[in-house]
């Protein structure tokens, strides 16, 4: 068996390949957009070469938002709290760390009193109103949790705040979780979480182009400019801050009933100078060819805010490692049914930009012959597996896949002997299913766009509060998150068999009967939550019904009729209203969520939008008439 081979050549290594690939990836900064990034591109194609691949790096020219200057002033009665300034070049050589800001943020300056809104989702605001605590006009203090950072920004601004501060709670990822870094792997209390705060939840991508594809630096992309493109940035400006300077803006707050804070005499002032500029993202592309037209894509963002080890370096390498596998197997001869191809993302963490626009471009031939779309993110932070987002129709190959792979602990007492037992344990079940997943990494643009399967998966077990800081680096992986880099490997052993796999099984490599039941499953479920909700005869939860009952009648047909998953998922498409180019119906990502996934959104929208339930009605035939064509 293929995964014995690779054990055995693995033990025979003296050291993990991925620690000195890592170190060689973090050695600079890989912002999108600057040279670093680029020097990092061609460092992984040059690695992809010789493991076997035919290499292209694709190159897109894009609208990037980046603050390249800010000031932060906060004052009580004319003393000073604290004061802070940056000045970004991402022109320089070497670029250096990215200060603290926020990609997207409108640019502008803004001073007022500060409002604690918790983690500034709709409940929060909802509590602030009930306690007589006015918003409008001020600057909202935000914790990050429950929702994308974008998220955040659009409902403080819905409620009149004038900007935004975006902090990081110690309980949450800092110093009173454990130890802080550099002793420790948690945040210290300075340090904050960079990220974009685009509207990904309504056109992800090149703010600039969100009716297709931008073009390669040669060639004519026609664009938005001016008042057009700000309208689809964020509407507030914003920047993070530590959880110190958090804490000494609360101290001064005046606390008013229910545990919350009103507007008290903390006085900031903030300014963010974010110019939109054109940037060249650099896309690495390699492929393995097979035996037919189709192939399986595996990808992962090779951009980061500073170094990025974790976030998401450790996938970059598990990538590499893979396609190391693949093609020595490749050069004794093996030859899949499908091809295999790897994508090295740029531009991810300013919006999905790279994969978006690369996708867009290429969507005939990915509607007409992508098997399957495997995304890796933040692929290793520990060495177990517990889990995965994906499409329904995509289980049964996985799980084959995960029987066959020891687990890193097999053999020792109590320890799961294979990956797929891992998943069991951690799920508690027998039959672990995929989560459903909504946005915020690079499967976006294939699942809720072009209507494909998809797969994101990942490795953990460690933790710490690294993500998007200066400290995300290879000291921080080695000491705390993988020491022995034995969760690397194993992810780019898993890699390369599921990508082995998929490729051998070709089209059959989805199951459209399993993909109708866990749907049919799915609205069951919905079904039920909605009359515990709402009532007995609520019209959303018979509405669910009938779409259950119409998947469950086809997975009876399509049990003997294989399909295609693109041929499935398309047949079910549809543009969501008012944000067209997700189509996707059957979840979404949710406005308020970002991140996290609404199912059967069409149906939620038309049973909230009115008490006449004759539109739900329509828009639930309509999704039944389709689903009982599907394998007819």
């Known amino acids: 068996m293929w995964s014995a081979l690779l054990l055995a050549s693995l033990a025979a290594q003296d050291a993990a390949p991925s620690r000195q690939l890592l170190l060689e990836l973090t050695e600079s900064t890989r912002l999108a957009g600057t040279r ?71 640019s502008g300056r803004v001073r007022a009193l500060v409002v604690d809104v918790g983690r500034g989702l709709r409940d929060d605001y909802d509590r602030l109103a009930a306690a007589g605590v006015e918003v409008s006009g001020a600057i909202a203090l935000c914790r990050y949790g429950g929702a994308y950072r974008g998220v955040k920004i659009d409902l403080a601004a819905e409620h009149g705040c004038v900007g935004v501060l975006l902090w990081n709670d110690p309980a949450r990822d800092g110093f009173e979780r454990g130890t802080p870094w550099p002793r420790g792997p948690w945040k210290p209390s300075h340090e904050a979480e960079r990220g974009s ?3 990904i939840g309504r056109v992800p991508g090149d703010p600039s182009t969100p009716d ?57 002032e903030f300014e963010v100078d974010a110019p939109p500029r054109r940037v060249v993202l650099h896309n690495v592309v390699a492929r393995l060819a097979g035996r037919d037209a189709r192939y399986v894509l595996a990808g992962n963002h090779r951009d980061a805010w500073v170094r990025g080890a974790n976030d998401a370096a450790s996938g970059t390498v598990a990538l590499l490692r893979a396609a190391e596998l693949l093609g020595a197997r490749a050069k004794d001869g093996w030859r899949p049914a ?64 995960l029987e066959r792979i020891p687990a890193h602990d097999a053999g020792a007492a109590d320890a799961a002997p294979t990956l797929w037992a891992q998943w069991q344990a951690a799920a508690k079940s027998d039959e672990p299913a995929l989560d459903l997943p909504g946005s915020g990494s690079d499967f976006t643009v294939f699942l809720h766009h072009l209507s494909l399967p998809v797969l994101d998966l990942g490795f953990s077990g ?25 969760g690397h490997e194993l992810a780019a052993r898993f890699m390369a068999e599921l990508l082995a796999e998929l490729a ?41 019904m009938d779409v259950a009952h119409a998947f469950d009648a086809a997975a009876e047909r399509l049990a003997s009729r294989p399909m295609a ?14 944000r067209p180019w997700f189509k996707n119906q059957l979840w979404a ?30 828009r639930a035939a309509e999704l039944v008439a389709r689903i009982a064509r599907l394998g007819a």
């Open 338 to 401: 499908s091809g295999i191809a790897l994508a090295l993302w740029d531009g991810e963490e300013f919006g999905l930009v790279g994969s978006t626009e690369w996708a867009e471009a290429h969507a005939q031939d990915l509607r007409a012959n992508l098997v399957a779309y495997l995304n890796m993110d933040v692929g290793v932070s520990g060495p177990r597996f517990s889990g995965a987002d994906g499409t329904p129709g995509l289980l049964a190959a996985l799980r084959t896949v």
């Open 197 to 199: 705060v685009t509207p």
């Open 565 to 578: 998953g693109g041929a499935f998922y398309s047949a079910l498409e549809a543009p969501l209203p008012g």
């Open 36 to 106: 670093g990034s680029r020097l990092a591109a061609e460092r992984c194609a040059r690695r992809l070469e010789h493991a076997g691949f035919e290499v292209e790096i694709d190159q897109r020219e894009v609208v990037q938002v980046l603050p390249l200057r800010t000031h932060l002033r906060a004052e009580v009665g004319g003393t000073l709290l604290f004061e802070r300034h940056s000045a970004f070049d991402p022109e320089a050589i070497p670029t250096g760390d990215t200060p603290l800001l926020n990609s997207g943020s409108k």
């Open 589 to 618: 990502p949710g406005l308020e969520l970002g991140y996290g996934s609404e199912t059967f959104p069409l149906l939620r929208a038309s049973a909230a939008s009115s008490s006449d339930s004759t539109e739900l009605r329509a």
């Open 462 to 486: 460690n933790a710490g509060g690294q993500y998007h800081t200066a400290f995300d680096d290879f000291a921080q992986v080695e000491a705390h998150l993988d020491p022995g880099f034995v």
């Open 212 to 268: 297709g594809p931008s073009s390669p630096p040669s060639a004519t992309t026609t664009r938005l400019e001016g008042a057009a493109l700000e309208r689809t940035l964020s509407r507030l400006p914003c920047l993070p801050i530590g959880a110190s300077d958090a804490r000494s803006l609360l101290a001064r707050m005046e606390r008013r009933g229910e545990g919350l804070f009103g507007p008290g005499p903390a006085l900031v």
């Open 504 to 544: 051998e099984r070709g089209a059959a490599a989805f199951d459209a009967g399993e993909a109708a039941r866990a749907l049919g499953a799915r609205a069951r479920a919905d079904a039920e939550t909605t009359r515990a909700k709402h009532g007995a005869d609520a019209p959303l939860a018979a509405a669910l």
